[in-house]
């Protein structure tokens, strides 16, 4: 079965630190990718999503996303964090799971905390 | 336009009660998910539908748990009857089906089953 990883459980940082989340998959072949993001008593909201071309995508809020496939990675970066991005980040992938169909595999999460 | 609308958000029911969540999906969106996540995790699908047909329901729990979505626009989840271990949040989702495709959540339902 599909599992995504995630190597962060809680990171917290000061306002105008750069941020770095990791993001590995098991997958070997083609697969679609996707940063969600939960802000407190908010939705899951799309941040970003890889489906093919440029392996490194931009997203809402300067935040950016480098695929890699040798490393079935997709990390996420920002250079600069605000207050505002404390949320909790979800990288999930869209991958065959048998019989023609697809299925969407969330990692953990990882809880964001910006200290201003 | 409107997002995915679940309702309600918040039910606290003691266990072996019954319970249902509703979702009503973005209009024009063929395919309808049911997630589950639990504390600290991230979402698990627990059925997709495909307008009416559910086409993946293998990690629903039969035993207890059923879905329906009639004229494949709304669904509701039905859990009967509740157990302590059920307490979560229950997502549902809508896309416009395929593999690249985008999936919207809406707010979820919080279950405490005490």
């Known amino acids: 079965a599909q599992s995504v990883s995630q190597h962060n459980h809680h990171v917290i940082l000061s306002e105008a630190a750069s941020l770095e989340l990791g993001c590995n998959y098991s997958?070997?072949?083609?697969?679609?990718l996707f940063w969600y993001v939960q802000y407190p008593g908010q939705h899951l909201q799309l941040l970003l999503k890889?489906?093919?071309?440029?392996?490194l995508v931009k997203g809402i809020k300067g935040f950016e996303a480098e695929f890699i496939k040798s490393k079935f990675s997709f990390n996420l970066r920002k250079p600069s964090v605000q207050w505002s991005d404390t949320a909790e980040y979800f990288c999930?992938?869209?991958?065959?799971?048998?019989?023609?169909?697809?299925?969407?595999?969330f990692g953990k999460g990882t809880k964001l905390s910006v200290i201003p | 336009e409107a997002g995915v609308v679940q309702s309600p958000r918040y039910k606290i029911i003691e266990k072996k009660q019954p319970v249902a969540f509703w979702c009503n999906p973005i209009?024009?969106?063929?395919?309808l998910y049911w997630y589950l996540q639990n504390l600290g995790q991230g979402p698990e699908l627990l059925i997709r539908?495909?307008?009416?047909?559910?086409?993946?329901d293998s990690q629903l729990p039969k035993d207890r748990f059923s879905a329906e979505r009639l004229k494949g626009v709304d669904s509701t989840l039905k859990i009967q009857p509740a157990e302590l271990g059920d307490s979560a949040v229950y997502l549902c989702a809508s896309s416009q089906g395929g593999y690249k495709n985008i999936q919207y959540f809406g707010a979820g339902t919080r279950l405490s089953v005490l």
């Open positions: 999930a992938v869209n991958a065959p799971s048998g019989a023609g169909s697809y299925q969407l595999t």
């Open positions: 997958y070997g072949g083609t697969v679609n």
């Open positions: 539908y495909e307008n009416e047909e559910a086409v993946d």
């Open positions: 890889y489906f093919s071309g440029d392996p």
């Open positions: 209009s024009g969106h063929n395919t």
